[in-house]
């Protein structure tokens, strides 16, 4: 691009870009700090969410810091705001403990913990950018992953 | 030394069903296996090979030796979460020209395609990501990233789909396909992409 603009054109463009940037960036993330959403869900499992508990359901959002307990019999399937999918089977308790996705800043991290019961996980664009940022905590160990898909079973 | 990381292992196998963390590496939807490292405070495994599973009984000690696991054995540990697994996400790109946002002519059937799928599967959970290559510096192709996300989401709103199922989204040149070296030209790298969770 530097070749192809005189310098004084160049800045003036990256003005025009900070600005479009200031404008879209705001009204879309202010509200919706999501970072994934329930797609498959089988009774009956409830998120912790800043200290209330509520029941699940397809469509829920979940945040950092959320934690998802389900019952005997009960499932719950996840897609992550990078694609990642997630399923937890039952009698499972499970936490995000951090999920940052800024992939433009190469700022992204997924640690989970795991504290018992079954899951089913496979990796997306956090991993594939930054491979060692995928992490799970188990009461015995930790996982690092390096794509894609896992399983972890936690007595 | 030896003998104990043997003793380790043997405790760790017959420890398996009993308190503990198994961890078990899979192909994914696409048949691809990575791999997986599994770490106490004693030691660490490294999971390659599909099917390959190692367990962790205790914080103290290493993991066990990898054992393979067959497809029964899997079902029987995680049948319910696998019969729970959202279908995977679906991926789209278009590509542009050098410098541009604009959407080129052939690109229309793509859209077209993607706007159905999007339908059938009833989501509203889409995700439109511009990238650039890395001709120009890293915060001018930030902009050229979101104008191109921004092209591909306006087109998306005409045809009719909502713009609250949209998070537009850009990450300059900084997510390649084929990573090249600074100020390469590199066509497979101006794209957006499309993922439909």
Redesign the interface.
């Known amino acids: 691009m530097s070749k192809i603009f005189p310098f004084s054109v160049k800045k003036h463009i990256i003005a025009i870009f900070l600005g479009v940037v200031a404008t879209v960036q705001l009204p879309a993330f202010a509200d919706e700090n999501y970072i994934g959403i329930v797609k498959t869900y089988q009774p009956l499992a409830t998120v912790l969410h800043s200290g209330t508990e509520s029941t699940v359901d397809v469509g829920v959002k979940l945040y950092p810091g959320d934690t998802l307990v389900t019952q005997s019999d009960a499932a719950v399937g996840i897609i992550f705001m990078d694609g990642s999918v997630l399923s937890l089977g039952s009698e499972t308790r499970f936490e995000i403990v951090d999920f940052l996705f800024k992939p433009a800043e190469r700022n992204v991290s997924f640690i989970s913990k795991v504290s018992k019961g079954t899951v089913a996980f496979t990796s997306g664009a956090i991993g594939r950018i930054s491979p060692e940022s995928v992490k799970f905590i188990t009461p015995t160990s930790t996982l690092g992953l390096h794509g894609t898909k896992v399983l972890i079973e936690v007595k | 030394m030896k003998n104990s990381t043997v003793l380790f292992a043997i405790f760790g196998l017959m420890l398996a ?13 696409t048949g ?9 405070k004693a030691g660490e495994q490294l999971l390659s090979q599909s099917g390959a599973s190692t367990f ?4 103290d000690k290493a ?1 066990s030796q990898v054992q393979v696991l067959d497809s029964t054995k ?1 079902q029987d ?13 679906l ?1 789209y790109s278009i590509y542009f020209k050098s ?1 541009s946002a604009e959407l080129l002519p052939d690109s229309k059937p793509l859209l077209m395609t993607m706007f159905k799928a999007i339908q059938e599967r009833k989501s509203c ?1 889409i ?1 439109v990501i511009g990238h650039s290559d890395r ?3 890293n ?2 192709n ?6 191109r996300a ?1 092209s591909v989401a306006n087109v998306l709103k005409t045809i009719g789909l909502s713009g609250d199922c949209l ?6 040149e ?2 390649p396909v084929v990573p090249t070296a600074d100020n390469v030209a590199e066509p497979r790298n101006r794209r957006v992409e499309i ?1 439909v ?1």
Request: with cysteine.
């Open positions: 069903g009993c308190s503990g963390t198994t961890v078990v590496l899979v192909p994914d939807a691809k296996v990575g791999k997986v490292s599994v770490k106490t962790a009984g205790t914080v993991p899997i540990m995680f049948g319910t979460a696998l019969a729970n697994e959202p279908a995977p996400p991926h410098g959970d995700s001709v120009g510096d915060g001018t930030k902009g050229i990233s979101l104008k921004e998070d537009v989204r850009y990450y300059g900084n997510d993922e969770r």
